[in-house]
């Protein structure tokens, strides 16, 4: 069985930072793209960042490019989402996901094609 295992939000101020951790069990990481994904009230939705554990590729949204980091580390099949200088506008609750994907394969962060998910981290940034 997989699962997927979110952690790390909380209350953070603006310009300051936080780092999300996801941890998988049931898989082998180096196989999958693992996507951060965000739900705002009322909003829907959205792609944060998503990474080809396979070949290191990556996407960001371009809200936050610049601002966050996603990387993984296979041994551990945990993967990390490093946000710096975040905005009262990046509050949401954070969801990680994965799906199967190939070496080479152009990586893309669409919500629908994610097979895996885990139960979110809430993150909220005053100002």
């Known amino acids: 069985e997989v699962q997927l295992q979110a952690s790390g939000g909380g209350l953070v101020q603006a310009g300051g930072s936080l780092r999300l951790s996801c941890a998988a069990s049931?898989?082998?990481?180096?196989?999958?793209?693992i996507g951060w994904f965000r739900q705002g009230p009322g909003k829907e939705r959205e792609g944060v960042s998503c990474i080809n554990s396979m070949d290191g590729s990556t996407f960001y949204a371009e809200s936050v490019k610049g601002r966050f980091t996603i990387s993984s580390d296979d041994a551990k099949n945990t993967a990390y989402l490093q946000m710096n200088s975040p905005k009262p506008e990046d509050t949401a609750r954070y969801f990680c996901a994965v799906k199967y994907t190939g070496w080479g394969v152009p990586i893309t962060c669409n919500s629908y094609e994610f097979d895996y998910w885990g139960q979110g981290t809430q993150v909220t940034v005053s100002s």
């Open positions: 049931g898989l082998s990481f180096d196989d999958y793209v």
